[in-house]
């Protein structure tokens, strides 16, 4: 039938209605276009094209072409508005009409502003006409009333949500006394979505309510004309579920669910076109409620089937369902990372992630915000499988989403923000970047709290969520009063909100109270441990008792915690009791679900095998780790497989079992393509790594890579080839049959290069137990040699004896007692060390050290050999590893431009600053330092191409903008801990709420300043390792920080030194000069004056440094004058 040939007879012979209802049913687009064209060569046509602009504009909308949408809209709004002024008793309805069109479209697409503003203009024109003809207009106010309701909940305007939907509630309540037929289903409508609102803001009781008068009313509907309201009845259905779920009444929930599935299918098996979607809604959201409930094989099919009809509906109206498909495949992922089908979740994220992508390029007002949410989803994915740097990088592109997003409608997104900010803090958490943790959960509590203000029943729960997550990064770092802290705040919350809805937050109350027992029996508190055990026991217990899917894990957790926490006080029959009792929960619930249980059976045999070990019962002990292993390896968790075999090695003293346990957990690392983040696993297991040294199995791979967070201690390449070990990191269950084979083969271990220089020598120093060995590397041998703990404490005495020197210095310029009695220390100390390693020292002409972080932080270069200082006699460096000393090694220096920092100073005119916490009465002092100034301006006229920063001028923005352009970096200033270079501000960064790690403090403290209190971060600017961790060097630059402890470091496991020395060589730089201990002003001006001198004609850092040394010695004679310096890079 030729449309076109009929719409043109209609239109010619004026029948413009016949024509505008042809064209809605056929082809919109085009037939509407070849109206509009006809009806414009006509005179006194503008209504119907008025009407042809708003169904387009319908129709735009319905196919989410939102430009197009609003275009035809605002053409229709003009043409009505013209219309209206010559007579508005006609059209005036039509202009409200099109603007509560628009206030949708706003709405939909995120334009808060306009929304908001189209339907209060359109509820004043309805408003007018309804005093003018209440009877025909009044329905049209109620109809608005609702739209605005629904705006303003979703852009989070709670308050005013709920107003306009009472107030449309009322009128349509009027309307169906009056004529219930007709307006019953309306009052049902609002009825509804009061019960949304409701739900949202946590007032379960009022919206279950007002669902169960809308069902019944559409109950009462559905008996009249069955047909019509089935639809209207299994909605309000879903939604009772939804409340029910919430609510954890699952039994009623479930029951809802299937109710309204049934009335979907028979309406389905009617008419397919309009209901079969629904069909796989419902599907979906029962499939949610089987996946929190534990019913995962049932989870797993109702979602398949969901997703099959979905991708079937999206074959035929691809731009209607595939959105649906990709809701589907992330909601699968979601369950198959709760299974640990980990290989499944990466698949139907990356799916669901690029339908996404897609739909984003085509219609990003409506899309962009599923990108991130997928992005969210893969983050906790990339995180569980330890794939940390995929992670981050998902959940910084969801963030930076957000925020984009945000810009324009915060209100709807600053939650986003948050949740994503609270993702991106249990990574660093685990991956021990706490400093970054913290920030990400202080920055969402910021939102949270703020949110909460403004809307205290939806957002308070955050609040307390983000509380419980700061409270672990406490206890994580030691903070244990930080920790506490937040978990008290956490707990009370949750107890305040259990108050009012018990069902919901009961179980909230007993995992912050789980926590705090952790927390208490860490700190030895163990009363308080165990009655915050017990409190949430009793909570999980009775919640079991109605919920046994949900709950049944949870009281099987506190048991293992309460048999941990029995262990740990000697009351051994009570562990083996809760242990046991746990192991029996969790072998019931593995039956039924053993992707999601097994592990948590193999973790309490774990547990127990421990406290069989220490119960001098090595059979028993065995028996439970052995089958602890299988599971793990059954499950593919090989960082637990690792310390399970781990544990078994210890308790059988058996050396195959010890290699199987490296083998495990450095596969375990290759799996993931963990790079960034890989020395974390490398912390938690490094007690294989000391047992291999002790236990003689190995020594120089385990040495390295106990040192260089890049390494692991087996050369890989030769036992996995590249292919296979590329497929077993796409593929879990291949990763079994590689496993399979390395633990059925002997592999061999690390080489030592070959070709070392031969007047070097290389010692590493590494505590086992209560003793220290030393390891000297020479080409193709190491050897081993037994140090007492004397060591250890012999080198703390010369520590303490160069703080007296310090001190002393001050008082006196006679300083031999105290010199004499260093060298009389370092004598000593140096006796400690076995003579074949005096021997080894005193032959070669180059000393390297590798020292452990027990180690790393005593004056080696103080010891002695025949009664001189090794680093006058002979040229010392320091490296991580003979990995990263070879690496630097081949690194060229070249001086072709310097920074030069000298006594950064806020620009005040005081010489000396005091601070103080607000709530502490130790004061630590910051003086200004003349000579570092005049180091630095001394300098400026010998080094090459120098940029100076003096003062106010060396803020820590300049610095970090700088420090990425010069070869030579030269500080002369304040240093502290390591880790902290002072410049000065104020610091622009992120304010902290909460103390974080050891250099906290200075974003608190404060001093007094006219009688106002001034913060340290308004004047100046501590840039950290943190802040250095990804900025990049000149290539071979050579880095001398002229500060007081800039050498020291504290330690982060796995071979990562947390420290400036560390990041400065892992960013480029070839030589790093620092100090052990606090400096002189004026001596270190010398000192660094003679090292440039001696550099600049020598261009060998070690030499110029020994000969600044030696200078420093002839003038100064005191050690703590010459001593201090150290200098990790190579020997040139």
């Known amino acids: 039938m030729n449309w076109k040939k009929i719409i043109t007879s209609a239109i010619r012979k004026g029948n413009l209605d016949l024509a505008l209802r042809i064209a809605v049913k056929v082809d919109p687009e085009e037939l509407f276009l070849l109206l509009k064209n006809f009806s414009e060569e006509k005179e006194d046509c503008t209504t119907h094209i008025a009407a042809f602009l708003d169904k387009l504009g319908t129709f735009y909308q319905h196919t989410q072409r939102f430009s197009e949408a609003e275009k035809a809209y605002n053409e229709a709004l003009e043409k009505y508005t013209n219309l209206a002024q010559q007579n508005p008793d006609v059209y005036a309805f039509h202009v409200a009409t099109i603007l509560n069109s628009l206030g949708t479209l706003f709405s939909d697409t995120g334009k808060s502003f306009e929304a908001e503003k189209a339907y209060k203009e359109a509820l004043e024109i309805r408003k007018n006409l309804a005093k003018q003809n209440p009877r025909i207009y009044t329905p049209d106010v109620a109809v608005t009333l609702n739209n605005l309701g629904i705006f303003y909940k979703n852009t989070g305007n709670l308050p005013e949500a709920e107003k306009a939907y009472k107030e449309a509630l009322r009128i349509r309540r009027n ?509 938690t297991n490094e007690k294989i790594y000391l047992n291999l040294i002790e236990q003689n199995v190995d020594y120089f791979g385990v040495l390295e890579a106990l040192r260089d967070p890049e390494l692991l201690s087996l050369p890989w390449s030769q036992i996995v080839s590249w292919k296979e070990l590329e497929r077993a990191q796409k593929d879990i269950d291949f990763q079994k049959t590689v496993v399979d084979t390395v633990l059925g083969k002997k592999v061999p271990h690390i080489r030592i290069p070959e070709n070392l220089p031969e007047d070097v020598v290389f010692i590493y120093i590494q505590k086992l137990q209560d003793y220290f060995f030393f390891f000297v590397v020479g080409n193709n041998s190491i050897k081993k040699f037994k140090c007492e703990k004397e060591f250890f404490s012999s080198g703390g005495r010369l520590l303490y004896n160069l703080s007296v020197q310090q001190w002393a210095a001050k008082k006196t310029d006679d300083l031999s007692y105290v010199t004499e009695k260093f060298d009389d220390l370092s004598r000593k100390w140096s006796e400690t060390l076995h003579k074949n390693i005096r021997n080894e020292i005193q032959e070669k002409n180059y000393v390297v050290f590798f020292p452990d972080p027990y180690c790393s932080f005593l004056p080696l270069e103080a010891l002695q050999i025949d009664g001189k200082s090794l680093c006058v006699e002979k040229t010392v460096v320091r490296a991580a590893s003979l990995h990263q000393f070879l690496r630097l090694s081949e690194r060229n220096h070249h001086f072709s431009s310097s920074l030069i920092v000298g006594n950064p100073w806020p620009g005040c005119d005081k010489k000396k600053l005091v601070y103080a916490l607000p709530s502490g009465s130790e004061q630590f002092r910051i003086s200004f330092l003349d000579e570092a100034e005049k180091e630095a301006r001394a300098l400026a006229g010998k080094l090459p191409d120098a940029a100076v920063l003096l003062k106010q001028e060396a803020t820590g923005e300049r610095f970090l903008s700088e420090v990425s352009r010069h070869s030579l970096i030269h500080f002369s200033g304040h240093g502290s801990l390591g880790r902290i270079l002072f410049l000065a501000g104020p610091l622009k960064g992120f304010p902290l709420q909460f103390e974080p790690e050891e250099f906290s403090y200075l974003r608190k403290a404060e001093r007094s300043n006219g009688g106002k209190r001034v913060n340290m971060m308004e004047e100046w600017h501590p840039i950290t390792d943190l802040d250095l961790y990804d900025v990049k060097l000149t290539d071979g630059a050579v880095v001398f920080l002229n500060a007081c402890e800039t050498g020291q470091h504290s330690y982060a496991g796995g071979g990562y030194s947390q420290g400036l020395p560390a990041v400065f060589l892992k960013n480029g730089a070839h030589s790093v000069v620092s100090s052990l201990i606090p400096i002189f002003d004026n001596s270190s001006k010398e000192v660094a004056l003679h090292f440039y001198e001696n550099l600049l004609s020598t261009r060998s850092v070690s030499q110029s440094l020994r000969k600044a040394r030696i200078w420093a010695k002839d003038k100064y004679k005191a050690q703590i004058y010459w001593i201090p310096y150290i200098h990790y890079g190579p020997l040139l």
């Not at 309406?267 to 019913?295: C, R, S």
């Open 175 to 683: 309307l169906a006394e009056e004529n219930p037929d007709v307006y019953t289903s309306y009052v049902a409508i609002t009825l509804n979505n009061l019960g949304v609102l409701y739900q949202d803001t946590q007032r379960f009781s009022l919206a279950e309510k007002v669902y169960k008068e809308a069902l019944k009313k559409y109950r009462a509907l559905e008996n009249k004309n069955n047909k019509i309201y089935v639809h209207y009845t299994a909605s309000i259905l879903i939604n009772l579920g939804n409340l029910c779920e919430i609510m954890q009444r699952f039994s009623e929930a479930e029951k809802a669910y299937k109710e309204a599935l049934k009335k979907y299918r028979i309406l389905a098996g009617e008419n397919p076109e309009a209901y079969t979607h629904y069909v796989a809604a419902t599907l979906y959201n029962i499939g949610v409620l089987y996946k929190n409930t534990q019913k995962v094989d049932e989870a797993e099919n109702v979602q398949s089937e969901a997703l099959e009809i979905y991708k079937e509906l999206a074959q035929k109206n691809p731009d209607v369902y595939t959105p649906y498909v990709a809701l589907t495949l992330n909601n699968l992922g979601l369950l198959y990372n709760d299974t640990q089908k980990f290989n499944d979740a990466e698949n139907v994220y990356a799916e669901a992630l690029e339908m996404y992508r897609a739909l984003k390029s085509q219609n990003p007002d409506a899309y962009t915000h599923y990108v991130a949410v997928t992005l969210n989803n893969a983050g906790i994915l990339y995180k569980n499988i330890q794939k940390f740097l995929e992670a981050e990088k998902a959940y910084k592109e969801a963030l930076e989403i957000y925020r984009t997003l945000a810009q324009q409608n915060p209100e709807i997104y600053a939650p986003d923000i948050a949740l994503t900010l609270n993702n991106l803090g249990l990574l660093y958490n685990d991956t021990q970047k706490f400093d970054e943790a913290e920030k990400a959960y202080s920055k969402a509590l910021e939102i949270y709290k703020e949110l909460a203000e403004e809307n205290p029943q939806v957002y308070t729960s955050y609040v307390a969520a983000t509380l419980n997550n700061l409270g672990t990064l406490y206890h994580d770092t030691g903070k244990s009063f930080e920790a506490e802290k937040a978990y008290s705040k956490a707990l009370e919350i949750y107890k305040e909100l259990a108050e009012e809805n018990p069902e919901v937050y009961t179980s909230y109350v007993a995992n912050v109270l789980n926590n705090l027992g952790v927390l208490y029996e860490y700190t030895q508190r163990f009363s308080l441990a165990g009655k915050a055990y017990k409190e949430s026991l009793e909570i999980y217990r009775t919640l079991t008792q109605r919920t046994p899917e949900v709950y049944t894990s949870y009281v099987a957790n506190v048991l293992n915690n309460l048999g941990v926490l029995a262990w740990s006080t000697q009351r051994f029959l009570e562990a083996e009791t809760h242990y046991k009792e746990a192991l029996k929960m969790y072998r019931i619930l593995a039956k039924e679900n053993p992707d999601v249980y097994t592990f948590h059976v193999a973790l309490t045999l774990n547990n127990l095998g421990v406290f069989y070990t220490d119960t001098q019962s090595p059979t028993e002990a065995e028996k439970a780790y052995t089958e602890a292993l299988e599971k793990y390896k059954k499950i593919r968790s090989w960082f637990y497989a690792a310390k399970a075999a781990h544990n078994l090695s210890e308790n059988s003293f058996d050396k195959k079992c010890l290699e199987d346990a490296r083998k495990l957990f450095e596969l375990a690392i290759l799996f993931s393509k963990e790079e960034k983040y890989k020395y974390n696993p490398k912390r």
